[in-house]
């Protein structure tokens, strides 16, 4: 990385007069300040660029194109595989200050937003009107809906409410040209000409800058009752993720916690659990208030026969938010347990979680690294997270051989290298294994078709080479 | 139209190596019964291949790009826009025999189909699962799962369902030059590369020719109750819908029926409609049996202070069906009332509906065009259709403008040319009005990735030149 900016006087004044002097960072503080994202690596930067209308977007990426500098845009960098670190240095653009709720239309069950706007803050919004917009990345109070947008992000309600662009009509995006395209719109169906809008979403960033979106919404349900089911093995409550799911009603969230999160949770919340607890299901029904607690019984009564060690009576209010909190806690708090931890969100048919588990237990022991694997099992999407320490070279050794064999018996189970967080620069290497040679290449041909000189977020999502599996 | 076959022998010997004499039609009786669609035109092939299994599609279009065929792609020939018709001639290839449900698995609530299969089948099929697929277009007991996918169909149940796209997983498909590509997966997240599933979906066979589909589903409701609530004016029962749908809980319907309509059910059915009803909206709840005929009656109850004519109680079984059956039989007895129908499946955002109904019965006093309105309010997707006489050369004149005044009428509400039924030949002179600039040349160039000899489906969707607005 490189502490000086080594973008030009003349670009750097062209820059000014566009944003402003205050919107155009150089300085290393700043530039820092714009370098990290939730991976862990830095990426410095030659300069970041604030822009506060999608005219300002417009000009920055026609310059970056005029003078060939990369392009990266940032949402809130809460990112979990590098798609928002400027790789090839030049200017992060961030979107941070496009942050206006521009409408929302309750008979329509649309919001227009700027892609700005923090995740919660939208939530908060539409909490007025009864309404929210599903997607729940455990990030929310901090990621922005154009990062949601760009990662086709989710959380615990895709169980029962499916992922963003499940809830995307439409979108404003720039192209590096600084021209504009606006895709799909504002009614809950469409079908004129190829699906632009669902091509940008998920698209990391690499296609365009999006900077406007239409977002289909629900009605937030009156009221949601959580339990917390915890059984001696993995292999009860992952026969029981696969019972509930045959099931007719789906739960609004069934997230799982093996043993070594639950030892993590027991010692650093006041959360109750069952000493010889080896895995624990979190369950939430949510709906109308009238019979949602009968239901979140019925449930319990059908996860009886995988004999749980204990489950919890359905519970509403701060009694259920503290559970979610420890829950979210998880995470950062997994950062105690070893300098590094890295976090892989595989995805399985649930009918093969059983598998996955098993096959995961097998690998830590014989690689000697400890695996913790929680999340949101109710979609098969569990994050693997492998605790090593990178001075301990031995280990560190041993890291790649044990992802090439979580991603080999992943694709054997008929998964997904990763179900929520996308690709980015730390899954680019092993995409080929999933997508055949016909999907890379019109891939890499589509990038061209938006962004022939290859200047916008570089050094993402597809293999510098193809490799061969 | 040529009535004689205009393929060499040689490709004949080549075709019929391939899929065997019997799948390989080039008799004009053969050709004229693959000729046709529900727009009512008919364009004449070739020749019509029947391909058997993937390896045949695949030997099918490397014969067409080899010797630059024509090929246009078909399921059941149900479309209504022109888009399995073969315009330029060349080979009709016909999926149909591609039926087989391959999987079924009710905890990873997926269904593996070839696309070749009747949507009635596989709701049969699904039925026994407790399972079903949301897509229902009226046409669900003749059109195919492939022309589903391509066209991005719905019907009545997308108001609460949403479309074909948020019901697949993955695709098979196979390009023109005979490779095949696999898109998507088992999992219901997945958000490694592009989205090349949604690319396809709704791409109407221009791209490439899907051959197997990996489907999502949901559980079957146990219940549904049907109530029909008549108004005295269409801004009556439009007022309500924009009440309904502001409303927490979605009905699995909310169907339009403007007073001509009414009409003609009168006149055709049994169906008990009052003298001076002049709108009627079809409402039906779906769910578990426990609490919805009570659900049913609530929505009447909010309904009521939009003052209705009557309001039939909710009813299921045999006289719900009769209903159904009535608004289904709406389409093909309308073709009594005039020697022709224009059927355009507009949409607009469900609060512009009022605006919508009362632009169109200007247009329709203007013109003296007969326009009968009816469809899913619920998406605020109308199927307006234009009654006409092509002999009537003075009335035929005035369509083209009346056609223009719609779509500008559709677009200034903020709607869309086509909620449901496609682009096609039908509306390709229109897209533009539509797509920016950059939509419409991404597209283009986005098809000429997939098909850069322009032989796969030629002639729909994107204008032959670009009509500026």
Redesign the interface.
């Known amino acids: 990385m490189n502490p000086v900016s080594k973008l030009s006087g003349s670009v750097a004044k062209e820059m000014i007069d566009l944003l402003g002097a205050e919107c155009f960072l150089t300085s290393l503080a700043d530039r820092e300040a714009y370098s990290w994202d939730n991976t862990g690596y830095r990426m410095l930067p030659d300069a970041v660029a604030l822009a506060n209308n999608q005219d300002q977007v417009c000009g920055v990426l026609r310059l970056c194109t005029e003078h060939h500098i990369p392009v990266t845009p940032r949402g809130a960098g809460t990112g979990n595989v590098g798609g928002s670190l400027p790789v090839q240095g030049g200017i992060v653009l961030s979107l941070q200050r496009l942050n206006r709720i521009l409408e929302v239309?309750?008979?329509?069950?649309?919001v227009v937003v700027e892609t700005g706007v923090v995740n919660a803050d939208l939530q908060s919004k539409l909490k007025e009107y009864?309404l929210f917009w599903p997607p729940d990345p455990s990030s929310s109070r901090a990621c922005s809906i154009g990062g949601n947008i760009a990662?086709?992000s989710?959380g615990p309600g895709?169980?029962r409410w499916?992922?963003t662009?499940?809830w995307v009509l439409g979108l404003d995006a720039v192209?590096m040209d600084g021209?504009?395209?606006?895709?799909g719109?504002?009614?809950?169906?469409?079908?004129?000409?190829?699906?632009?809008t669902?091509?940008l979403?998920?698209?990391e960033g690499t296609?365009a800058v999006i900077t406007r979106a239409v977002l289909k919404v629900a009605?937030?349900p009156?009221q949601r009752y959580l339990s917390r089911v915890s059984f001696s093995s993995v292999e009860q409550a992952t026969a029981a993720v696969?019972?509930l799911?045959?099931?007719?009603?789906?739960p609004s969230a069934i997230e799982f916690l093996d043993g070594t999160a639950l030892d993590l949770l027991r010692r650093e919340t006041s959360l109750d659990i069952p000493g010889e607890a080896r895995a624990m299901l979190l369950l939430e029904v949510a709906g109308?208030a009238?019979?949602l607690k009968e239901l979140a019984n019925d449930m319990i009564e059908k996860i009886k026969r995988f004999n749980p060690l204990s489950c919890s009576p359905p519970v509403d209010g701060p009694e259920a938010v503290m559970v979610w909190e420890a829950r979210s806690a998880l995470a950062p708090i997994l950062k105690k347990l070893a300098p590094k931890r890295i976090n892989e969100d595989v995805?399985?048919?649930?009918?093969r979680l059983p598998s996955l588990m098993d096959g995961l237990q097998g690998i830590s022991k014989e690689s000697g690294i400890p695996i913790i694997n929680f999340g949101?099992a109710g979609?098969?999407?569990i994050h693997v997270n492998l605790l090593v320490d990178p001075k301990d070279q031995p280990t560190m050794s041993r890291v790649p051989g044990v992802l090439d064999r979580l991603f080999r018996l992943v694709l054997d189970l008929?998964?997904?290298?990763?179900?929520?967080?996308?690709?980015g620069t730390q899954?680019r290497d092993y995409?080929a294994w999933?997508?055949?040679a016909?999907?890379?290449n019109?891939?890499r041909?589509?990038?061209n078709?938006?962004d022939p000189l290859g200047l916008l977020n570089p050094g993402k999502?597809?293999p510098a080479r193809t490799i061969t599996a």
């Open positions: 239309s309750v008979p329509d069950r649309y009864a990662m086709c989710a895709a169980v499916g992922v662009r499940d192209l021209s504009t395209l606006r895709t719109g504002r009614t809950t169906k469409g079908v004129v000409g190829l699906d632009l669902r091509l979403t998920g698209s296609l009605s937030l009156e696969v019972q799911l045959s099931s007719p009603v789906l109308g009238h019979g995805v399985v048919p649930v009918s949101h979609n098969g999407n008929d998964g997904s290298l990763s179900g929520e967080h996308g690709v899954k995409i999933e997508l055949d016909n999907c890379l019109l891939q041909e589509i990038k078709i938006f999502v597809w």
